[in-house]
């Protein structure tokens, strides 16, 4: 992948961040229109679950965001798609940069 901008870069390590602190299965960051920027992890409870992408959108429309610019995902696998129509409820074109444990981007879903 190419070099991130220095943004994007920021999301994709407080999103790795979140994810090591707490060994969660994913670990997610949001950047909104306003260039404030919210992490979040995966929560999985007996009795609620989401996803670390809603987790951080939640506490990004909690505060007040009302769009998103991009989202950044730290997952073992795809991002699923209840992910993807989250970040697309505030934002049609926002890119979701999706990497790996170790913070690299292996793919851009836009």
């Given at each position: ?90 934002a049609a074109a926002a ?16």
């Open positions: 992948m190419s070099e991130l901008a220095p943004e994007d870069e920021k999301i994709v390590i407080l999103a790795r961040s979140a994810r090591a602190r707490t060994q969660a299965a994913e670990g997610a960051a949001v950047r909104d229109t306003d260039g404030r920027t919210y992490a979040a992890t995966t929560v999985a409870l007996p009795s609620f679950q989401v996803t670390a992408l809603q987790a951080a959108i939640a506490a990004a429309v909690s505060s007040g965001a009302e769009g998103l610019e991009a989202a950044a995902v730290v997952t073992a696998g795809p991002v699923d798609d209840a992910s993807v129509r989250a970040v697309r409820d505030l890119p979701i940069f999706r990497a790996d444990f170790k913070g690299d981007v292996q793919e851009v879903l836009r």
